[in-house]
């Protein structure tokens, strides 16, 4: 999927064969607008009401929200801002 604008997509399960019973299965998704835009979460919640229409995602999509844990938030700006990521990386070799 290299050629995919999309991010890797992760299947979590309870370890029951998705197959044998359509009401073990649900769908959750990091739909926080930190991360994805609206549209994406719109064009998301579409692409799963053509999978299973009477599941109705604009209402019973499980949406997650991302945890603002300090350091996701310095990694995170890191690999947008290479003078932020140089100056992490200095304060991290002097600290270890």
């Known amino acids: 999927m290299k050629d995919s604008k999309y991010p890797l997509f992760i299947l979590e399960t309870n370890g029951i064969l998705l197959g044998?019973?359509?009401?073990?299965a649900r769908a959750a998704a990091m739909t926080d607008s930190k991360a994805m835009p609206k549209e994406e979460r719109r064009i998301l919640i579409q692409k799963l009401n053509e999978i299973d229409r009477a599941a109705n995602y604009s209402t019973t999509l499980?949406?997650?929200?991302?945890?603002?844990y300090d350091t996701t938030?310095?990694?995170l700006?890191?690999?947008?801002?290479?003078?932020?990521?140089k100056k992490l990386e200095k304060k991290i070799k002097r600290v270890g």
């Open 62 to 68: 499980e949406e997650e929200q991302i945890d603002a």
């Open 20 to 24: 044998a019973d359509r009401d073990y």
């Open 73 to 75: 938030i310095k990694r």
């Open 77 to 85: 700006k890191a690999f947008t801002d290479v003078e932020f990521a």
